[in-house]
Each structure stands twice: as C-alpha cells, then as structure tokens.
C-alpha cells in the first residue's frame, strides 16, 4: 500500500525546535521527490520545502528559509523536517506529499494524514 | 511573485454544474493540478495537468486552462463534493504554489 505518514508534531513554545518525520512506504522512494505543506488553523495550503535524495535537493519557502532544515534517512526511508526558532504563525498541520523525480511540473498524487504543531507560550 | 486567485466560495445546487476559477498570468502556459480537501481530511488530487483525472475520481470532475483562468468543472454536483478546492502550480522548478482556495457549498 502507497504510503506517507508523518509523525512527530506537538505543542512548543516560542523560539524551541520540534523534528517531523514523514516515513514512506509502498513505493520506490528514491523515485520521489518529498514535499512538506502545511495549513494553519482556517486557512488555506501553503508549500513549505522539498528535500529528493538523488542530487540531495533542498528547497524551501521564504517564511521558513534560515530556520528549516530538511534531510533524509535512505535506510528507513524517511524524510525529516527539522524546525527551529519556531513561531507563532508557524502553527499548523504539517503535511508531506510525493512528486515524481523529473518532473518539473507534477502532481502530488499522494498525501499523508498530517501532524499539527503549535506554538505557544 | 507569481499569485493564484480563486474565489473563496461558489454555491450550487444539487445536480448543477458547479466552476470553480484560478486566475493567474497566463496561466495557460502552466500545467494546473487540482486538490479537494475535506474537513479534517488531506487533499486529494482531482486533476492533474489541466485536465487529467487520476484513476477513482468521477468523470464529473473536468478541468480546462486557457489564458489567464484555469477552471475546474464539477457536473451533476452531489453532497459529497462539499470541500474546499485548490488549485496549485509550480512556480519555476523547484517552487510550488497554491491558489487561497475555494469553498463549494452544495445548497
């Protein structure tokens, strides 16, 4: 069964770190690139960062740039989204989501169920 | 930067046709994928590359793009269409954006 499920959400005041995990099953996860989005409470989809391991991609979202990091476990396929001086407006469910390597247009064809962090003091 | 606008609702009644917008510039030199999000729930692609639609998705899902609007179609709408829609592109390479969304009300 294709699937991408993130783990690792929870509350964190201001300033402190937190490390979401998306764990990847059911597919050649070499042949994806690993996407997080993440929805704050009420709004709408916002893209947040890319990590595909074959030229060790990273990319981020500006509202983030400096304070995410993004790398991969190959052994337990597992991508991880490292977050620090995390804020406020940063509250929201983390999702990850797969697009095929070579494509620089796709369609992210599968979801996870989505973690929720929130920040507050 | 490049921006996506929808509305941020459309009503319909039940076995109408209900059109739901993406306005971008000249989004028809840009491929156009399509979410549905139900409370609670992750997305769901409905169409890809315009007007693609991925296997179980029902064929009253359609999509177009031309110009500066790209539009999902949803035909003879039921009750369980209510969702919020995305629409979404890449925005060079490796950069990727969503549209605000829009909320379809099913009357």
């Known amino acids: 069964q294709v699937q991408l499920v993130e783990s690792g959400g929870g509350g964190v005041q201001p300033g402190r770190s937190l490390r979401l995990s998306c764990a990847a099953s059911g597919f050649i996860f070499s042949s994806y690139a690993i996407h997080w989005v993440r929805q704050a409470p009420g709004k709408g989809l916002e893209w947040v960062a890319v990590?595909?391991?074959?030229?060790?991609?990273?990319f981020f979202a500006d509202s983030v740039k400096g304070r995410f990091t993004i790398y991969g476990d190959n052994s337990k396929n597992t991508i991880f989204l490292q977050m620090n001086s995390l804020r406020a407006e940063d509250t929201a469910v983390y999702y990850c989501t797969r697009v095929p390597l070579g494509t620089t247009n796709g369609a992210f064809d599968i979801w996870g169920q989505g973690t929720t962090v929130t920040v507050s003091s | 930067s490049y921006v996506l606008t929808q509305p941020p609702s459309v009503s319909v009644a039940p076995e109408k046709t209900a059109r739901i917008t993406c306005e971008g510039n000249n989004i028809g030199s840009k491929s156009v994928h399509w979410y549905q999000q139900k409370p609670g729930q992750a997305p769901v692609l409905v169409i890809y590359?315009?007007?693609d639609r991925p296997s179980g998705i029902p064929e009253r899902f359609s999509g177009s793009n031309s110009g500066n609007t790209a539009t999902l179609t949803i035909s003879r709408v039921e009750a369980g269409d209510e969702a919020d829609y995305y629409c979404q592109v890449w925005d060079g390479s490796n950069y990727v954006l969503f549209g605000g969304g829009t909320k379809l009300t099913v009357l």
């Open positions: 590359y315009d007007s």
């Open positions: 990590f595909s391991r074959d030229g060790g991609t990273k």
